[in-house]
């Protein structure tokens, strides 16, 4: 009696409070898993590695673990020629596999969008090593480089390259052998996410421009590309990223050979705390290898002018 | 009179004209030879390698043929039985469909909050989403295995399925956030108007206009558990517990590599993401486009 009274005196405040009163803790609820997970797998990961960079940690010595400074990062910008080299081969193949990647996956998302008799079967063949792992990858191209029973034995029937040793143990090429096959599974990725934009192009733009006389070339230069800026910044941009970290496809290709030819950054932390169980100084590689990342990141988005001038 | 009649048809006679033309576009006019050359032969390049690993499967062992005739599942056999590939196949498929259905359930609680809602911590949540794509799982490959040491689950798949799952959250959150802003947030009101609390609501209206940005979500989160090999590697020694790419990897650094069970344990590997692929195909442009982040 009295709890209805109350309710009917002033309609309007309880319900009014009820229905603000869950949302309020409701986003706060929906996104705690997502935090949770990310702070305890993400967050906590890093800052110990953080942590681990300015110690000696080893588990196979011991005795020498404790407080060490700055001594890692001392020894990797002065005493460390592996750091220099990997970071160098680390960026070539970034550069190089990014560039190519995009201009391919361009030229094909661009090809693809047009229509053509056979354009779906077309795409979805054209696409398919998008969804091929780094291993497999890397043993569909250890098959086709095997110099005994790969297609390069039938290349060289035809003189091109030579019998005898893999394209992938010879140091002169190794680089772009690990290049191509890379660029086997890489191309769809880029060819998607631009198709994916190019869908959002008006074509009354095109229609226009076709009025006013503009050739093709003009129409791509003037209205595709523009349009497409902020996805090619992106993609490229996540793209660098996890071509730099990825370690499945040259790892399993090439292990980083041949004498050391085609080992990333990221390959040589790896061997560095699973090899060699230096923790601690593999964590400053990991440090430095983030903080340049992080840099390189902004800068291009800065250059890149990101969302900027189309608003 | 007779001056302003004579236009009228004219701009009637105009709009069909210009009709046909606003389907086709200039694009439309390529000759068909700039399309099918440069397609064909990025195609040989696509197929090339494919046709390989077939070959290498299906012909005999030793067999330097071109075509994989006489045909032989010997490899096949060997492969699944001999060198375990039938468990490590199961292995997968656990991990896989164990980080889709996380991936997508606590991607889509996130995403609908970012979408839904204003909160004092939404900003710093959304950079640091934006900050987890710099974060390189492989680097932190020795404090997540002490994280998982610590809790009793190295050997065990859930570490696998964990790991992924962190990995793949940010960006399918971002993505399903995109999508659930593109469904208009008066559809949900009007279904509060008929008496549906926010979870029917979103059910019935907002889950089945997301289904194809959830397609590709899931499957971009199953084909990457299921090709993702530096986790398995590392958390998973038993051998009885490893995942398809630690097995090809293992025939891989063999001494001398056996190129017919490689190739066969290749096709293992690639069927379900092929499948996988052919069903999706179609909706991952859509779903990439519809969930593109603009502005």
């Known amino acids: ?311 | 009179m007779i001056t302003e009649i004579a236009p009228a048809p004219e701009r009637v006679a105009s709009e069909p004209a210009r009709r046909p033309r606003g389907k086709r576009p200039a694009w439309d006019e390529v000759p068909r030879w700039h399309i099918y050359l440069p397609l064909s032969v990025y195609l040989l390049f696509t197929l090339i390698p494919f046709y390989w690993i077939l070959l290498f499967a299906l012909r005999p062992a030793g067999s330097t043929s071109l075509v994989p005739w006489p045909m032989t599942f010997d490899h096949f056999g060997k492969v699944w039985n001999e060198r375990a590939f039938g468990t490590y196949f199961q292995n997968s498929v656990l991990v896989g469909v164990a980080t889709l259905v996380m991936t997508t359930l606590v991607a889509l609680a996130g995403g609908y909050a970012l979408a839904r809602f204003d909160f004092r911590i939404k900003k710093a949540f959304m950079l640091a989403l934006l900050c987890t794509q710099f974060v390189p799982g492989a680097l932190l490959l020795v404090p997540l295995f002490e994280i998982f040491a610590n809790l009793r689950m190295i050997n065990s798949l859930a570490s696998v399925v964990i790991a992924e799952t962190v990995f793949q959250l940010p960006l399918s959150m971002i993505l399903i956030s995109g999508f659930i802003r593109n469904v208009p947030f008066s559809l949900e009101e009007a279904a509060w108007v008929d008496g549906c609390n926010r979870f029917t609501a979103f059910r019935i209206v907002v889950l089945p206009l997301l289904r194809p940005g959830l397609i590709a979500v899931g499957s971009f989160a199953f084909v990457h558990a299921w090709n993702h090999f530096l986790f398995a590697l590392m958390f998973l020694s038993d051998q009885g517990k490893q995942t398809i790419p630690v097995g090809l990897n293992t025939l891989m650094s063999a001494d001398s590599v056996d190129l017919g069970a490689l190739a066969a344990g290749g096709i293992i590997a690639a069927v379900p993401v092929v499948i996988v692929f052919a069903f999706i195909q179609k909706w991952l442009i859509t779903g990439f486009s519809a969930g593109a982040v603009k502005g």
């Open chain 1, 1 to 311: 009696m009295a709890q209805a009274a109350a309710v009917a005196k002033p309609p309007a405040p309880p319900r009014r409070r009820r229905a603000s009163a869950t949302p309020r803790r409701l986003p706060y609820l929906l996104i705690a898993p997502a935090g949770l997970l990310m702070l305890g797998f993400i967050a906590y990961p890093v800052i110990s590695v953080f942590y681990y960079s300015l110690q000696n940690y080893n588990p196979t010595k011991p005795w020498r673990n404790g407080y060490a400074g700055f001594d890692n990062f001392v020894q990797i910008f002065t005493k460390d020629t592996q750091f220099w080299d990997t970071l160098t081969f680390s960026a070539k193949w970034v550069v190089v596999e990014v560039g190519l990647q995009l201009l391919f996956g361009l030229a094909l998302a661009l090809i693809v969008n047009q229509t053509f008799v056979g354009r779906a079967v077309g795409r979805a063949l054209v696409f398919s090593p998008w969804a091929v792992s780094g291993v497999l990858t890397s043993a569909i191209w250890v098959l086709l480089y095997n110099s005994q029973t790969g297609i390069t034995r039938y290349l060289a029937d035809l003189g091109i390259g030579s019998y005898g040793t893999s394209w992938l143990s010879d140091t002169s090429t190794v680089f772009p052998a690990a290049i191509v096959a890379d660029l086997w599974r890489g191309v769809p990725f880029f060819a998607i996410l631009i198709l994916a934009d190019l869908q959002s192009v008006s074509k009354d733009l095109y229609e226009a421009a076709e009025v006013d006389g503009a050739s093709r070339l003009k129409q791509f230069w003037h209205i595709t590309l523009p349009h497409l800026k902020d996805a090619i910044v992106l993609s490229t941009l996540l793209r660098a990223v996890w071509e730099f970290n990825n370690v499945d496809l040259l790892y399993t290709l090439t292990g980083g050979g041949p004498a050391g030819e085609t080992t990333t950054l990221p390959l040589y932390i790896a061997n560095t705390s699973v090899d060699a169980h230096n923790f601690g100084y593999a964590s400053a590689l990991t440090t430095v290898a983030f903080v340049i990342l992080l840099f390189c990141s902004i800068v291009y988005l800065r250059l890149s002018k990101f969302g900027g001038d189309q608003k």
